[in-house]
Nanobody, 114 residues
Framework: QVQVVESGGGLVHPGGSLRLSCAAS????????LNWYRQAPGKERELVAA???????NYADSVKGRFTISRDNAKNMVYLQMNSLKPEDTAVYYC????????WGKGTLVTVSS
């Protein structure tokens, strides 16, 4: 049974940091592209960060230099370290695994507010 479960969201002040985690199981994790998406209220879902099976990364311009995606294939985990958070980073963050299939988690809410 495939599972993709995000955790680590919460309320943080502007300028603060959060680390999101995504635990996956039920598929060949190490072969998959892993992505973090987010969806803010009233907006479309957007790709925030991506990491390939070999560890190459890519980021949305809006988060470059502030967010870092990483993966641990031994633990079937993918992470998103978010620093210097801004109110506009407020969104539900989703973990996505893409290759032979397209798997999604249910999301974790990040709220950046003073």
């Amino acid at each position: 049974q495939v599972q993709v479960v995000e955790s680590g969201g919460g309320l943080v002040h502007p300028g603060g940091s959060l680390r999101l985690s995504c635990a996956a199981s039920g598929f060949t994790f190490s072969s998959y592209f892993l992505n973090w998406y987010r969806q803010a209220p009233g907006k479309e879902r957007e790709l925030v960060a991506a990491i390939t099976s070999t560890g190459s990364t890519n980021y949305a311009d809006s988060v470059k230099g502030r967010f870092t995606i990483s993966r641990d294939n031994a633990k079937n985990m993918v992470y998103l370290q978010m620093n210097s958070l801004k109110p506009e980073d407020t969104a539900v963050y989703y973990c996505n695994a893409l290759w032979l299939q397209n798997y999604w988690g249910k999301g974790t809410l990040v709220t950046v507010s003073s």
